[in-house]
């Protein structure tokens, strides 16, 4: 057999400027280890493969063999363990308004007004409430008050019409609307109410010109805070020697800040004579609607 002729590329002269004698051997070189080098990358991305392979298959084996059954412990457990939302709720929600100290005044002829203190014991939620104001007969009548995170409030019907005098009436709420306060915007909410709550009563007068006639309140009292209010609602309590004889709902309109106004009162009830008066605001200090913005 001829052996195979040997070329020698060394000798080798581009004449046509296409194919220099550097190229041609990097050329020789690749014809020649071509096939060597797709065995080279088929075996190393077979061992990648094997490599990879194996690893997931441990990891599912062992997965197989202890995960299992370690997960199905795990969800068990949690089913045992989870958290009770509706205790958590009952933790966070507001604890109810409380209604004591019912009274009953009479306010004219066969006129009664009757009147109890709400008290919410809540530090940061505020309750927009309606309640109801029963009596054995069958008798009933509704309203509404706003009772601030942490305060008392004067609630109560007034006016009413009955021969009978209405013993044993209870007063009850029956829903409440609760706000909850910012902690962002009020971090202090007690101070945030004392602030607005700043309204001195000055010169109580009372006058009677008989035994017979109705007696006559009148006094002033001043917004010393520095806010202003579109309407601002009160109770004017009735007090002789300390003890509350009536109360008396007011509505000052475009109340503003440093204004001060003076109310008269003609009083129809029983008291025989009063010597002070304690005026309670009903405002919600909670509701930006409230107040007269600077300039109105």
Same mark, same amino acid.
């Given at each position: ?201 000055? !010169?109580?007068?009372?006058?009677? #010109? *008989? $035994? +017979?006639? @109705? ?59 009063? !010597?002070?008066?304690?005026?309670? #605001? *009903? $405002? +919600?200090? @909670? ?10």
């Amino acid at each position: 057999m001829a052996k195979e002729q040997q070329h020698n590329f060394s000798t080798y002269t581009e004449t046509g400027g296409g194919l220099s004698n550097k190229d041609l051997k990097y050329g020789e070189w690749w014809v020649r280890h071509k096939l060597g080098l797709e065995r080279a990358l088929i075996v190393f991305l077979s061992l990648v493969c094997i490599i990879f392979w194996s690893y997931s298959l441990v990891i599912w084996g062992g997965y197989a063999i202890f995960g299992y059954v370690h997960d199905a412990t795990v969800a068990n457990r949690q089913a045992v363990e989870f958290i009770n939302f509706e205790n958590t709720r009952n933790i966070t929600r507001p604890m109810p308004l409380v209604v004591n100290n019912v009274r009953i005044f009479r306010s004219g002829i066969n006129t009664y007004d009757i009147v109890g203190t709400a008290t919410n014991p809540n530090k940061r939620f505020a309750a927009n409430a309606t309640f109801l104001v029963t009596m054995p007969d069958g008798q009933e009548w509704r309203g509404s008050s706003v009772v601030l995170p942490g305060q008392e409030s004067t609630v109560g019907v007034f006016g009413i019409n009955t021969t009978a005098y209405p013993t044993a009436a209870q007063l009850v709420f029956e829903q409440a609307d609760w706000s909850r306060a910012d902690a962002h915007e009020i971090p202090d909410v007690t101070t945030y109410i004392a602030n607005r709550q700043q309204f001195p009563v000055l !010169d109580v007068s009372f006058s009677q #010109p *008989s $035994i +017979d006639a @109705f007696p006559t309140i009148s006094f002033r009292f001043a917004n010393a805070s520095a806010y202003s209010y579109w309407q601002a609602p009160f109770f004017v309590e009735l007090l002789s020697a300390g003890n509350v004889v009536g109360v008396v709902p007011i509505l000052e309109e475009r109340l503003r800040t440093g204004d001060e106004r003076d109310v008269f009162l003609q009083y129809f009830g029983d008291a025989i004579s009063i !010597d002070t008066v304690r005026l309670l #605001p *009903s $405002i +919600d200090f @909670f509701d930006a609607d409230n107040y007269i913005a600077p300039g109105q």
